[in-house]
């Protein structure tokens, strides 16, 4: 059962002045209205800053707590929602129309330009809501640690009445042989004093197919604010220098120039993470998990990437070796991969991106270019599809293979997707996932949990070997496992801590529990140690002497409380810092605590480097106060006059 309490926020962006039109176009009503830049608005409703009072709902499942937000949409007609940091859940959003509330849309994060400096900021994809009513709401839903840092961003693309003339009228002859009808970025209206850089090139060797998140059911007149949309929000919102797609394909089969530059170079764009220099983006628009393709879209992709690949001599069944330029992708940055010339977002990065009805269309497309490059007089007979587990099957090796003998045919799924068992592991294809390999104890330990109905949702990844064990990453969260541990969930703040000490190879080896909520945060324990997590004080590493002092204090419901530090090597031991204190380590004294008025007077004189040294036994309470004994003599504390007094030996 979910309470909700809605806070509208007002101040949303108002409607803009539509662009005079030109000398002409005043002058000959009859013509049709000339393109002219359109200036689109951008504004970030902060989704945190109301407090308690903004709270709208709060649902505690298996997973991290959520919050709902709701804010008025306005004029807006794309949205999309920025963290200035990184957000641990994952985020939704849903939008209030006619018939009601839409179905909640999972918004992935959208990876920044490569090798470009930080922008200090994350933002998710754009969705395209396309216009309302005035009084319409947008409500988000993300995770309860993630919502201070939040902000809606939405973007108003302005209005021209160019727009609808310029999606339906004829192209001018185009000089390159093959060229399929493209409109270009002043026919959609671009804003070209927002862009901040000059386009930068390289040698064309492979094309990725994308989609842009959107309502499916739009107009043919509204595609030119869609793009004037999806530009400012890549610029205002995702810090890029300008659009991140080379180019853009509507449902009704027309193209659209993307990145500027894109008609006449191999201009680097900002669309595949890692993989942006020296491929084409092409993008889609519309939500290829829930519609199908149509028919036109596909044969305009297909025609734009053959018009690429006919001038750059690229081969569109070949494979092509890039290397990646980024990091946080599947491919670590400076690796050299080989893939298809003709790839899919998904295939480079953690997205479903370009859905599952667009990811089914990659053969069709790759046949398609290969019929578009060969003679006229050539017939070229596609095969028949394969459905995407199937490929993923006999990319294994098929029955002979590491899976083995299909134990059934592919299944659907009710939450959306579909699975197949087979000899030696399962194949599981999300709605927002690629098809992954899962097997032995991780599969029998995500199994115990609910499957895809548990909190960590889909794999996305397939099973991968490691020194020790193995792990599968899914939408939620990771199991590792290994011979001497088992299979162990690790999630969130946990996970990301654990990463920094260098995952199963670092001191803290591979986990020994599920990460395991615990009221005020969470923990999980490893070989090596333990890592937990409480929102006012981070996430910390404990090991050691110092962790069995702590447990004999009563862990994280002791006098001690949450860490505040990781374990900490100093001269001659160690130490960690606590919410209520300090527990300090020597191989001479042993793992002592240190609280209060005790530890602040120990602290003013020098800590362990001072005459007193390291403490040589816990902390006591005596009749009238605290005493703390050390190497160089003690420190007590008087209840009654908060005095303290140092004893030296």
């Not at 026919?187 to 959107?214: F, M, N, Y």
């Not at 739009?218 to 793009?227: E, F, L």
């Not at 097997?439 to 070997?465: N, V």
């Not at 997590?533 to 862990?555: D, E, F, L, N, Q």
Request: hydrophobic share 40%; net charge neutral.
């Amino acid at each position: 059962m979910r309470l909700t309490r809605d806070l509208v926020t007002t101040g949303v962006v108002a409607a803009l002045v539509a662009v005079p039109l030109g000398h002409a176009a005043a002058a000959t009503p009859q013509s049709s209205p000339q393109p002219a830049p359109v200036a689109p608005e951008v504004e970030v409703v902060p989704l945190g800053e109301a407090g308690s009072a903004a709270l709208a709902s709060l649902e505690v499942t298996q997973g991290p707590a959520s919050v709902v937000r709701a804010v008025a949409a306005g004029d807006a007609e794309t949205v999309g929602v920025q963290f200035s940091a990184p957000p641990v859940a994952p985020v939704e959003v849903r939008v209030q129309d006619d018939a009601g509330w839409t179905s909640w849309t999972t918004l992935e994060l959208e990876a920044g330009e490569d090798g470009a400096a930080p922008t200090g900021r994350w933002s998710t994809e754009p969705l395209w809501i396309g216009p309302g009513a005035d009084d319409r709401q947008v409500e988000v839903r993300l995770g309860a640690d993630d919502v201070d840092a939040a902000g809606l961003t939405l973007v108003d693309p302005g209005t021209s009445p160019a727009d609808a003339a310029a999606a339906q009228a004829p192209d001018a002859a185009l000089a390159a042989v093959g060229q399929p009808s493209i409109k270009t970025r002043a026919q959609w209206g671009a804003d070209e004093s927002i862009r901040t850089c000059t386009p930068s090139s390289a040698t064309l060797k492979a094309a990725t197919v994308h989609h842009a998140a959107s309502a499916n059911g739009y107009a043919q007149s509204q595609v030119p604010g869609i793009i004037r949309s999806f530009y400012a929000y890549h610029v205002k919102s995702n810090g890029w220098c300008d659009l991140g797609y080379n180019f853009l394909v509507d449902r009704f089969g027309q193209a659209w120039e993307g990145r500027y530059g894109s008609l006449s170079k191999t201009v680097v764009g900002a669309h595949a993470a890692g993989f942006n220099t020296g491929t084409v983006g092409v993008s889609m628009i519309g939500n290829y998990d829930t519609a199908a393709v149509p028919a036109a879209m596909v044969d305009t992709v297909s025609r734009v990437i053959a018009w690429r690949f006919s001038l750059a001599g690229i081969d569109p069944k070949g494979t092509a070796r890039l290397v990646s330029g980024a990091s946080g992708i599947k491919f670590a940055k400076g690796s050299t991969v080989t893939l298809p010339t003709i790839f899919a977002h998904r295939d480079v990065g953690y997205t479903t991106c370009p859905g599952k009805n667009g990811y089914a269309q990659m053969g069709p497309i790759r046949d398609r270019v290969a019929q578009l490059l060969v003679p006229s007089s050539a017939v070229v007979v596609p095969p028949a599809p394969l459905s995407a587990i199937t490929a993923k099957w006999k990319a294994y090796g098929g029955a002979s293979g590491e899976l083995g003998a299909e134990q059934g045919p592919v299944k659907d799924i009710a939450l959306g997707g579909q699975y197949q068992h087979f000899a030696g592991g399962s194949i599981f294809d999300g709605p927002r996932t690629a098809p992954a390999v899962v097997r032995g104890s991780i599969l029998e330990k995500w199994a115990s949990m609910g499957w895809e109905k548990s909190f960590l949702r889909f794999p996305t990844t397939d099973q991968t070997w490691i020194t020790g064990g193995a792990f599968n990453h899914f939408e939620r969260g990771s199991i590792y496992t290994s011979a001497a541990t088992g299979a162990h969930v690790v999630r969130g703040p946990v996970f990301d801590k654990w990463a920094t000490t260098g995952w199963e190879n670092g001191y803290l080896g591979f986990p020994t529990t599920d990460v395991t909520p615990i009221p005020g945060g969470l923990f999980a324990h490893f070989q090596g140690g333990s890592v937990y997590y409480s929102k006012p004080v981070g996430t910390h590493v404990v090991k050691g002497k110092i962790r069995a002092a702590w447990a004999s204090k009563g862990w994280e419901y002791g006098v001690l409380g949450f860490p505040t530090t990781d374990e900490t090597p100093i001269r001659g031991g160690a130490f960690n810092h606590f919410q209520g204190g300090s527990v300090y380590f020597s191989p001479k004294t042993g793992a002592h605590d240190v609280r209060g008025a005790v530890r602040d007077r120990w602290a003013s004189l020098g800590w362990e480097r001072s005459r007193l040294g390291y403490p040589t036994a816990d902390q006591r309470s005596t009749a009238t106060g605290e005493v703390g004994t050390f190497q160089g003599g003690t420190i007590t504390w008087t209840r009654s006059t908060g005095a303290t007094t140092v004893r030296y030996r």
